[in-house]
Every structure is written in structure tokens, then in C-alpha cells.
């Protein structure tokens, strides 16, 4: 494993670099302004699009999609260090980029199991930044950690499926851009594979029945960069047949390999969460004096930093031997590591930026630092894309079998 990075990588990083230093990190008070004074809070702002102009422009554009059909053709070890820097400010630079999720998985997904025409319908505008999309598969009245569970039922009926159910989470979908939403359902409640009882299907905004009803919260946060977390309900939702992604009984495979880059897409932004959050606890105690001598003088703050140092350096190893894996034995085969990234990850970066909150005092909690809502993104994917207890289990499978 060589993790150098090749003359590609090194030259789109120093690209990225100087656009995050001169254009993203300085808009970050802009957005929020723009998007305050705005009647609609859920509207992109016009600095978003004018970031996002800047970025095509300069060939920062879909820097997510291996595929060079469609996105710049990256190796996981290539993008790992990219996804990173857009983790210094993750509510604004993925978006900037093309690459925030949902839309990531949703680009991937259609890229691979999408039909012509569904491409040509949703891809290419996603691939455009004309519009977002939401991934429809969390409900609130079943355990989701385990997708089996999932109750929405897709029927067919004649030449269309008839969708009626209930999810909440969904991320995009309060963005007024959210054109289609990806829904996972049952489709044969009965097979004896549990796994080929879901299917999805491709949903358009304005659809009968489609119901946007609220907004949901995290930790008190609406996350508008990613057009929210709604709750929606969907009553008799009829949509044509052509609209199934894949196959019948397909779904949860499907889910399966959209959550695969997704995770370590996470894991690579979440670097980038922590190094922001040492950049900020290093400037904290170098500019603050307390019982007599600078912060940066007393010894618990310089144990949280060299700890958050080691801690960085561990989770980036870690993550770009599963991004090598990936690339060179598959998603399959790197099954372990993923779910090990997952894990760790989050885990870590929350225990980061608490310190650098704590560092902070009030100014930590406060709107004035990007502290607290990293602090919550963070803790919220100890939830998403599967809770850490249930890659817990399936790692700790895989290792007993070894010796059974």
C-alpha cells in the first residue's frame, strides 16, 4: 500500500486548497447571512451558486464519481484526501463541489443500476447541479437498523406501482431543487429471502399522494445545506413501472452498495471536521490566558491536542487502507475495514471537537464557532448509514468465525 499522493492528486489538492482558503471559507458568514434574509430558508443561496460556478469553472466539479463517464474518474485513495479538505467546512464545500450527499449515493446508484432513460432523466440533471434528490428508506415506526424491517409497500398494479408509507429523515427532500425522490420499499412481503423483499423505485416531487410534512431536527440544527431531513408520507403513490430502479427484490442490494462509498465518504470528511476543529482549538490557546499563563501552557489542553493529533493520523491510516481495498479488491472485500471506519470515525472526531468545544467555554456552544453544529453532524453519523452497534455486531461475526 502506497498512500503518496500521485501528480493527479497532488495537483486537484492544491487546487482545492486555494479554493477553500480563497472562496469557501470566506463565504461561510456570507451563506448564513443570505440564507437568514431569505423567505424561504430551505432556498440555496446565491453564494452557494456562485461557489458552484467558481467550481466547474475551475475543474473542482464531481471530484466523488470513479466512473469517467460521468464524474473525474478518482481511485478512493485519490479522492480520500480531496473529501477531506471539504471536511474543514463540510456544511458548505461538498455542496460548492457537486459532492454532498444525498445526491452523492443517488448520482452513484443511477449511475450504476439506472436505466438510459432514468439517466438521462435524473443523472444528467444531478450531474449539472440543476437539481437534488432525496434517498427515501428510514421510517420512524420500525427498528431501520435493520432494513428488513422497512413496512412501505410498493404494489403493482397493471402498468404502475402503487406506493404507501411513511419515512422520515430524508435527507434534501425540504430543498425546493429536490426534484425525485429514490424510495425503498417491500414489493414482495412474502418471499422467503428476506433480502429480495424490498425494491426501489424513482419518485417525482408533485406526484400525487408525495407529501413533504415537516422538517426534521438534529440536536436542534435544520441543516439546510443539505436541504434538510424531512418527513414525508406517501398515499397511494402512483408511478409508472418504468420507474423501478434495477429488479424486483433488488432493493436491498442496491442500498447495499449506495451505503458502501457513502460511509467512507463520511469517514473522509470527518478528518477534515477534526483538523478543523485543532485548528481552532490551537488558535483558542494560543490567544487566551487563564490563572496566570496562556491555555496553550497548561497541560490538559496540550494533552487534548497532541491526543487529537494521534488520533487524526490513526483514522486517516485507517481509512486510506480501506479506500486502497476498495479500490483493489472491491467493496466486498473490503466489508471489514468499512465497517472498522464507520466505527471508529465518528467516534473519535465526537470526542475531538467536544474537547475543542470545551476549550471554547460559551463561545463552543454558540452560533460564533462552527463548533457545535460540527459537534452534531458528527454525533448524528454514529446514527446514519447504519448505527454503530450494528457494524459492531457484524464485524465481531465475521472475526468469531475465524475461529468456530
Not at 122 to 142: D, H
Not at 170 to 188: E, H, L, Q, W, Y
Request: aromatic letters at 6%; hydrophobic letters at 40%; glycine letters at 8%.
Amino acid at each position: 500500500m502506497d498512500f503518496a499522493f500521485d501528480a493527479r492528486t497532488q495537483e486537484l489538492r492544491e487546487r482545492l486548497l486555494a479554493f477553500m482558503a480563497e472562496h469557501v471559507r470566506p463565504a461561510e458568514a456570507l451563506v448564513a447571512e443570505q440564507r437568514a434574509a431569505q423567505d424561504d430558508p430551505w432556498r440555496t443561496p446565491p453564494a452557494v451558486a456562485e461557489l458552484q460556478a467558481r467550481a466547474r469553472k475551475e475543474g473542482l466539479w464531481n471530484l466523488f464519481l470513479p466512473d469517467r463517464a460521468y464524474g473525474a474518474g478518482l481511485s478512493n485513495v485519490q479522492y480520500a484526501p480531496l473529501a477531506e479538505i471539504t471536511g474543514h467546512s463540510p456544511q458548505l464545500a461538498p455542496t460548492a463541489l457537486n459532492c454532498a450527499a444525498p445526491d452523492t449515493g443517488n448520482m452513484e446508484l443511477l449511475a450504476e443500476f439506472g436505466s438510459p432513460e432514468q439517466r438521462e432523466r435524473w443523472l444528467e440533471p444531478l450531474l449539472r447541479g440543476e437539481i437534488r434528490s432525496a434517498f427515501a428508506m428510514t421510517e420512524p415506526e420500525v427498528a431501520s437498523s435493520d432494513a428488513t424491517n422497512i413496512e412501505t409497500r410498493i404494489q403493482r398494479e397493471g402498468d404502475a406501482y402503487v406506493i404507501t408509507g411513511r419515512k422520515w429523515y430524508i435527507s434534501g427532500a425540504m430543498n425546493p431543487d429536490c426534484r425525485v425522490f429514490i424510495v425503498m420499499g417491500k414489493t414482495d412481503p412474502e418471499a422467503g429471502d428476506v433480502r429480495r423483499q424490498q425494491s426501489m423505485v424513482l419518485v417525482p416531487r408533485g406526484t400525487p399522494g408525495l407529501e413533504v410534512r415537516r422538517a426534521m431536527h438534529v440536536y436542534g440544527y435544520e441543516d439546510h445545506y443539505h436541504g434538510g431531513h424531512a418527513e414525508i408520507v406517501l398515499d397511494e403513490v402512483r408511478v409508472p413501472v418504468e420507474n423501478l430502479i434495477g429488479e424486483e427484490g433488488g432493493g436491498f442490494a442496491i442500498a447495499q452498495a449506495r451505503l458502501g462509498p457513502g460511509r467512507i465518504h463520511h469517514c473522509m470528511r470527518l478528518i477534515g471536521m477534526a483538523e478543523r476543529a485543532v485548528e481552532l482549538m490551537c488558535r483558542r490557546a494560543a490567544g487566551r490566558a487563564a490563572f496566570g499563563k496562556p491555555l496553550a501552557a497548561q497541560g490538559v489542553v496540550q494533552e487534548w491536542i497532541a491526543d487529537a493529533r494521534v488520533q487524526i493520523e490513526q483514522l486517516r491510516l485507517l481509512v486510506l487502507k480501506t479506500a486502497w481495498l476498495m479500490d483493489t479488491v472491491g467493496n466486498r472485500g473490503a466489508h471489514t475495514e468499512i465497517q472498522a471506519i464507520k466505527i471508529a470515525t465518528p467516534r473519535a472526531v465526537v470526542g475531538i471537537l467536544d474537547r475543542a468545544v470545551q476549550l471554547h467555554g460559551a463561545g463552543g456552544v454558540s452560533q460564533d464557532f462552527p463548533l457545535a453544529e460540527l459537534w452534531a453532524a458528527a454525533r448524528t453519523l454514529q446514527l446514519a448509514d447504519g448505527p454503530d452497534e450494528v457494524h459492531q455486531r457484524s464485524l465481531a461475526r465475521r472475526e468469531l468465525k475465524k475461529y468456530a
